[in-house]
């Protein structure tokens, strides 16, 4: 044996030795320095079993712990600890490795004692050494780790950790990767509206920077995270939230809520419903938050919307009202003076400095039918919007079109610097309320409304914010709109839809805030061939506002004109003829306060346009019989002469039976005076008038009536709407009850006219002062009650047309009116308005009207009947609730137009003053069985 041999073998043998005791001198060691370092910091710590394995792992078993101030405690199965190789020759010492099993920890959040505390320099010290220490770990390993957060022994949550990792990301970096679950134990806090929480979290840390991500979620995959329900108030549900913290150089919180559910103002049916996949809060205390929502649903119900804001608002006073008197004036001075700037102007400075966006977003409108239920209409969807800095953009989908907006917001201004709006193709049939039918408020108006959009709206406000009560700025409007394929079904329209509808609408408008004033200017209408300057003013808008519309039509054929209007204004008569050109201007003016003193102007277009020919389709055709009678054209005074000379000649010739044997026939001797001036005056345009009907014109069929000239012609009529189920009434020359308006006594017709007409024998069918006044009357109204129909307009609606209320029928009326100014004499028309009226419920026409309240021929009447019977037309039901009565009124609106009509007739020449006031009282008597008493009672 060699001595290199044994030298080696001696080496050898102490290498052994050293790497076969160095575990258990490490282990001693190793448990002496940890139970050192737990001595210094007032910990205490056990453990069951500490073993070390080659070449530097060290294993801990049944550890057990507690802090100096008792604030975290515990238990840990198992802890390892991987060293590196050269630990002995690093000048800072690591650890590779640590992992975590089956731990319990306990961790008391009360407040540190003032004594516990540590001087802010221990402060940042301890802090740079836990983040040296961190540093110094490679990777750090748990599962099955509990943690039981309480506060002075009172438990509040158990946190339990399913897997944690922390490794290292380059040179000085960190990643966190933990998930696990969380049940809250307070008692206060288990009535939080929360399910079994499943959580995770990850985060990374660098040199300068560290980032957290915290996500919770509910246990169960099919529950929501939060899931509150207020009775009779709401709800709302949170499927998961995530949140977002930044620590370092760049500092900042963000909140991520998922699948958000809320509701305001019931469950079931509410107010307000707003369903969001995503919502971020994000940037929150940097001066421009950001808030980005991602596919919200936001769907507003109206009517409820109304009950809600009325709830709320009693709730809040009811609070108040149970308070003393003394404290609901301290809360009025406090709320007064901590009120600060106004909502309205909080929001503008918000906006300015708001950060937002929204993406795939969709709003709804619920509408709740009669029956309780409800439909929603979708306003606008896939929407994608985006606010920087006050720089609105805007861009979506409503009602099948497509729409972008864009707009200027500014801090203090409750409008946009400036605003453009683009719409194209948008249908109206897809907008809400419409597709399904509608009704104006208070107006009772229901219909639809159809076609397609292009709409370009650009708004500018000059001047200084609106929000200030002294500001001094205009808003400057510019529309254009053109509306294509429109189709129009509204009630008291047309009886069928209007459809075809080529209409275009531009304009500027300016809005003057400080003197309350808009106008519109540069105005344009069009439809179809039909163009219309427009410049209208509406002035003391919104406390006593005035408006007032000037509109011109350029030049056209009449012809060109009517054949505009769609084939559902016109009906049957779409192909009826008119000649002529017209360029008519309307001038409007509308106190809104006081309708009554409306005005309404228009020139240059009844005057200048002629019917001459209807051609009515043969489905307008009216059911009339003609029949065959005698006439002879008479003066106006011829039939009262006559009936005088019938008197006269019947008293002489019982004279002259008494002083002679045989009769003697009266001889008319050219040399006798003439008869007396019959008893009732005529006016003096009516004097010598000849009742002599022209003509039937060449070519004229009395079996096809496509035109007017069967008025002049005898016939009959049977009457089919308004009377009972089994009266049969007809009306017209051709009947029995038929009276000549030549053998009434003058006055007749003339209350007949100057009750509804002043203007019969001037107008040209139509009367502009009726229209004005109806207008009056239903603007004061707030709904359809006068229609403003000239006598000849009425007997239209008798013979020609139906009873229906709508405006396509009052424009046959007017056209039908024209042809019938034209083609039949003014007089024939009265006479024809005379006989073929309602006066009582079953009876139309002047004879039966005498024959039923006074029992005895119209020829007969006295002036007092007769405008009885003519102011019956607007409510012919009046006549037999005075008859039972036993007397027409004595006082108020009724007498005072008995009173009114007399008076007519006395300034046209009907009556002179005496016979009127021989009249008087002008009140008429019936007895208890409706027969009428002529002298009175």
């Known amino acids: 044996m060699s001595r290199r041999f044994i030298i080696f073998a001696i080496i050898g043998l102490l290498l052994g030795g050293v790497i076969i005791g160095a575990p258990y001198l490490l282990e001693s060691a190793a448990e002496a320095k940890l139970a050192e370092q737990l001595e210094r910091r007032g910990a205490e710590m056990t453990w069951r079993e500490l073993s070390w394995s080659w070449p530097a792992t060290v294993e801990i078993e049944g550890v057990e712990f507690s802090a100096a101030d008792d604030r975290v405690s515990g238990v840990v199965e198992r802890v390892e600890v991987v060293l590196p190789w050269d630990i002995a020759l690093a000048e800072t010492p690591r650890v590779d490795e640590v992992a975590l099993s089956g731990a319990a920890l306990t961790v008391d959040l009360r407040r540190a004692s003032r004594t516990d505390e540590a001087s802010p320099a221990e402060q940042s010290s301890g802090s740079h050494s836990l983040a040296d220490k961190l540093r110094r770990i490679g990777e750090v390993r748990g599962e099955d780790l509990q943690v039981e957060l309480v506060r002075h022994g009172s438990p509040l949550a158990k946190l339990s950790v399913d897997e944690l990792l922390v490794s290292e990301h380059g040179r000085d970096g960190r990643t966190l990767d933990v998930d696990g679950e969380l049940d809250l134990t307070h008692p206060k806090l288990s009535v939080l509206p929360l399910a079994p929480i499943r959580w995770s979290a990850s985060g990374s840390t660098g040199a300068e920077t560290a980032t957290v991500d915290l996500a919770v979620e509910a246990g169960d995959a099919d529950e929501a995270l939060v899931e509150l329900d207020i009775p009779g108030r709401g709800r709302l549900s949170v499927g998961r939230a995530k949140v977002s913290a930044a620590l370092g150089a760049e500092r900042g919180v963000a909140l991520t809520l998922y699948e958000v559910d809320t509701a305001l103002g019931g469950q079931k049916a509410p107010a307000v419903a707003v369903k969001m996949a995503e919502v971020s809060l994000s940037e929150l205390t940097a001066p421009n938050p950001r808030i980005s929502i991602v596919r919200p649903q936001l769907a507003v119900?109206?009517?409820?919307?109304?009950?809600?804001?009325?709830?709320?608002?009693?709730?809040?006073?009811?609070?108040?009202s149970k308070l003393p008197a003394a404290a609901q004036k301290?809360?009025?001075?406090?709320?007064?003076?901590?009120?600060?700037?106004?909502?309205?102007?909080?929001?503008?400075?918000?906006?300015?400095?708001?950060?937002?966006s929204v993406e795939a977003g969709r709003f709804d409108l619920r509408l709740e039918k009669k029956d309780g239920t409800h439909r929603e209409i979708t306003l606008v969807d896939g929407l994608d919007a985006s606010l920087t800095a006050g720089e609105l953009w805007a861009r979506g989908e409503s009602a099948g079109g497509r729409f972008d907006v864009g707009a200027?917001?500014?801090?203090?201004?409750?409008?946009?610097?400036t605003l453009s709006v683009q719409a194209s193709q948008v249908r109206l049939d897809d907008l809400p309320g419409v597709k399904e039918g509608r009704t104006l408020p208070n107006r009772g108006i229901r219909g639809r409304i159809g076609g397609v959009v292009d709409a370009s709206i650009m708004l500018v406000t000059e001047g200084q914010p609106l929000l200030r009560p002294d500001a001094k700025s205009n808003v400057h409007v510019t529309a254009d709109l053109d509306w294509k394929d429109g189709r129009v079904e509204l009630s008291g329209l047309a009886d069928k839809p209007l459809t075809d509808i080529d209409a275009g609408l531009a304009f500027e408008l300016e809005w003057t805030p400080a003197l309350a004033k808009i106008t519109l200017s540069e105005g344009r209408a069009?439809?179809?061939?039909?163009?219309?300057?427009?410049?209208a003013e509406l002035v003391d808008w919104p406390f006593d506002p005035v408006f007032d519309l000037d509109a011109r039509v350029d030049k056209i054929?009449?012809?060109?004109?009517?054949?505009?209007?769609?084939?559902?204004m016109l009906g049957p008569y779409a192909n009826i003829e008119i000649d002529g050109e017209a360029a008519p201007k309307l001038r409007f003016h509308l106190p809104w306060h006081r309708p009554r003193k409306l005005e309404i102007d228009v020139d240059d277009f009844v005057d200048k346009c002629h019917v001459t020919a209807l051609n009515a389709q043969?489905?307008?055709?009216?059911?009339?019989?003609?029949?065959a009678t005698k006439s002879s054209p008479r003066g106006a005074q011829g039939a009262l002469r006559e009936r005088q000379q019938q008197v006269t000649s019947h008293d002489v010739k019982s004279s002259d039976q008494e002083d002679s044997v045989s009769p003697v026939s009266p001889v008319v001797n050219p040399f006798v005076e003439e008869p007396a001036e019959p008893t009732w005056p005529v006016p003096e345009k009516l004097r010598g008038l000849t009742y002599e009907l022209p003509e039937a014109p060449e070519g004229y069929d009395p079996r096809e009536p496509d035109d007017v000239h069967w008025l002049n012609r005898p016939f009959k009529k049977q009457v089919t709407e308004g009377i009972s189920e089994e009266a049969e009434v007809f009306v017209g020359p051709g009947t029995e009850a038929y009276v000549p308006m030549e053998e009434l006594p003058p006055f007749v017709a003339g209350a007949a006219y100057l009750s509804e007409e002043m203007e019969f024998y001037e107008n040209h069918g139509v009367d502009l002062g009726l229209i004005q006044k109806a207008l009056r009357i239903d603007f004061e109204g707030e709904r359809f009650v006068y229609g403003g129909s000239t006598v000849t307009q009425q007997l239209i609606k008798n013979l020609f047309l139906t009873r229906d209320k709508t405006l396509a029928r009052k424009l046959k009326e007017a056209l039908i009116a024209w042809r019938i100014e034209d083609a039949v004499p003014k007089w024939r028309v009265l006479e024809l308005y005379l006989n073929c009226i309602e006066y009582a419920q079953d009876v139309y026409g002047i004879g039966p009207a005498a024959q039923h309240y006074f029992g005895k021929d119209a020829r007969e009447l006295t002036p007092k009947e007769a405008v009885f019977i003519a102011i019956l037309k607007p409510a012919p039901w009046y006549g037999d609730r005075f008859r039972r009565r036993g007397h027409t009124p004595t006082k108020h609106w009724w007498f005072n137009r008995m009173g009114e009509i007399m008076g007519r007739l006395v300034d046209k020449g009907y009556l002179t003053p005496e016979q009127a006031e021989a009249e008087k009282p002008y009140i008429l008597y019936w007895d208890d069985e409706g027969s009428y008493l002529p002298e009175g009672r």
């Open 301 to 320: 119900s109206p009517k409820r919307l109304a009950s809600l804001r009325r709830s709320f608002g009693g709730g809040i006073s009811n609070l108040k």
């Open 330 to 356: 301290q809360l009025d001075k406090q709320l007064d003076e901590k009120a600060g700037p106004s909502l309205a102007s909080r929001l503008s400075w918000w906006l300015q400095r708001l950060d937002a």
């Open 408 to 417: 200027s917001l500014e801090p203090g201004m409750l409008l946009p610097r």
């Open 526 to 535: 069009t439809y179809g061939p039909v163009g219309v300057d427009l410049d």
């Open 557 to 568: 054929a009449c012809q060109e004109a009517v054949r505009a209007f769609p084939t559902a």
């Open 618 to 627: 043969k489905n307008a055709w009216p059911e009339v019989e003609f029949v």
